[in-house]
């Protein structure tokens, strides 16, 4: 029976490359330290301060196109950012992005509510600084920064929400 096994399954043990338990927990520390020390770099790098992005002024809209009460889509800084530009009260613009930010679905303007709100999972934010008011949005949504110069609205940067 032995003489068969050996038949089946010849093993010249003077080549195998026998891996020692010894040598196989030593790879494993050094591959476990190596991912380790990886991730501490990573999230060193993360914090670390970079200078604040300079966002170009661009015209977004004549304060007659928003109604009081009302709101008006507007791409910002890059032609796939969409926003949304809301006059809430007589002279008063306000700016947010349009992108949810728990799935990116487009929100809405509910002036009845006095609140953003994002129809895809019932969430909504506040209309004085974008934070959260309901649903699993995890973070408030980013705010436009908005100059108005006689009857033209200009978009200057990107508050990031949680910042």
């Known amino acids: 029976m032995e003489e068969k096994l050996r038949e089946d399954f010849p093993i010249d043990w003077e080549e195998d490359n026998y891996v020692s338990r010894r040598e196989f927990f030593k790879f494993m520390t050094l591959a476990s330290g190596g991912l380790a020390l990886g ?28 109604p009081l009460g009302g709101s008006l889509p507007f791409a910002y800084p890059r032609p796939h950012d969409i926003c949304l530009l809301i006059q809430d009260a007589p002279g008063h613009y306000i700016a947010f992005s349009r992108r949810c930010t728990h799935l990116s679905c487009p929100v809405e303007y509910q002036a009845d509510k006095k609140r953003i709100y994002c129809p895809c999972h019932n969430g909504a934010f506040s209309l004085d600084d974008g934070h959260v008011l309901q649903g699993p949005p995890p973070r408030p949504l980013p705010r436009i920064q908005l100059e108005v110069v006689a009857d033209q609205i200009y978009a200057t940067g990107v508050m990031r929400g949680d910042a």
Do not use: C, K
């Open 39 to 66: 991730t501490l770099g990573l999230a060193a790098w993360a914090e670390f301060p970079r200078g604040e992005r300079q966002f170009e002024r661009a015209l977004v809209a004549q304060a007659s196109d928003v």
